[in-house]
């Protein structure tokens, strides 16, 4: 159940009027009153007698009479809507939840002979709306500052009471979300999203692809960004603001949007904090050997779920801020054909990547280290490799959920949950090419072979040996514990380490799975011998609106 309270107005008939209209709002079926502030008031709806202006009129009676001590806006309006699946309450349960929230919000606290004058209206089967005049029998002001908390905490358990659907509620770090204006605007003008969401996504890019707060700049306005960057008297950056340049108000000026109107975590302050430099660091156990940008942040997306469960919440929360950056990267740099389901899956993390908790981002510089450069190196041609890091990213992400899931933060958790389903979309389709060539490899392997392997899976994952041996990905991974041998590691302990830190609920394909982590937990090539998998290229030209952040990042990195 959710409570919606708008901005206060100033024509209380107005409201009415729409509350009551049955022509131009088709989905307003028998509207009428459920409740009232002394349940004798005209109901339009179902007296014949009374019209909207009589209710009005009770309604502001006390408006009247306090003159110029009533506020201008002095209408009050809460929507109270049930949950789509939500049985369909009556009359008197919706009269009982109107008087709820009343009290909750303290316009109307209950027993109180000098509460607001009020009603709620029924017009529709899953909801009601409430309409008060902010004016006591006193003739002072109403206290119901919060009340849009007050009413979300109160509806939280009219829900368990009622055996309604149980909201997930945030914790006010969510993105402010387009108004209703700006996506008609954005209809008109061809476009899906608003110029609010198009530019929190090009910021977010350009955080994600930047060394520093100056080529954060350079790369939004490489990606055709207006940017107007704010300073004090000593010079010293204070803030900044963007604007589209096909976005204008009726004079033809840009419209301007600050960052921390796009995203709590996208202000100055907080963006130069993420992209503070510090004292280069190895990689952590693979420091001392040579590995691309590439396998550096499979590397270190590795260990991010041993982090969330071992670390404090404040270096944790830093390191879900270094998994939605690598997310946002992604879409520079991945083949075409994949960058739908990774953009999908960095807009859905975006609400998972904030909470209340402070983030320590110094504690998470190496890995965000890593997800820079991969911007600036060219895509891999064995395109195994990404596969390999869409996996780790896949358990990142449903640890990601877990943490936030364990700390109630249930919008993060939600959107988390999201972001793991366009993820597992791509990296099914990134591993299956890279996959079919492992899998040829081993069904050419000798019968004992097999055999041995086979006994090896029934010895490390009793429990799971059975399932994984009649896959269709089995003779892919016998092929990978062969490699594995080969090249000195004991497979019983990869195959142990690999389901013990790593969950598989979310797999079609344990066998499948396991080629991956095996691969790079190993360090062995993606793709036997090193060869590229079968109808992989070297990534194709980044869409138009991608080039110039990548162009730029790259630019910036020659310079140096």
Known sequence: MIAKIGKAGANTRGVLRYLYDTVRAKDHTDPHLVASFDGFAPDPGRDPDATLAQLATVLDLRVKQAGDRARDKHVWHCSVRAAPEDRILSDEEWAVIARRVLNATGIAPAGDPDACRWVAVRHAEDHIHIVATKVRGDLSTPRNWNDYLRADKECAAIEKEYGLRQVVRGDRTAAKRPTRAEKERALRAGHTATPRERLRASV??????????????????????????????????????????????????????????????????????RLAPTESAPMGRHSGRRRTAWQQVTDAVDQIPDVLDQADDAVGQAHITVVAETLDALPLIAPASYRPQLAQAAAAFERASRSRIRARHQQAQATRRAIKAIVREPAPKDGAL???????????????????HNRQHDQQAEAARQAAEHLHAAYQAAAMQPLTVIQQRGFRLAVTVQQRQAALVRQALPDLAEQILTEPGWPALAATLTDAQKAGHDPTVLLTEATRRRELDTAASISDVLVWRLRGSAHLPATPHGLPARGSRRTPPATPAAQPAARAASDSTRRR
């Open 204 to 273: 977010r890019t350009a955080v994600a692809a930047a060394t520093g707060t100056e080529e954060f700049f350079t790369i939004l306005r490489d990606a055709g960004v207006l940017v107007d960057i704010q300073r004090f008297p000593s010079g010293d950056i204070r803030g900044y603001k963007v604007a589209l340049a096909d976005d204008r108000n009726a004079k033809g000026e840009p419209v301007w949007f600050s960052g921390s109107t796009l995203g709590p975590d996208l202000s100055y302050p907080k963006i130069s904090e």
């Open 386 to 404: 990404l596969a390999i890091l869409l996996d780790a990213l896949l358990v990142a992400v449903v640890a990601a959920q877990h943490w936030h």
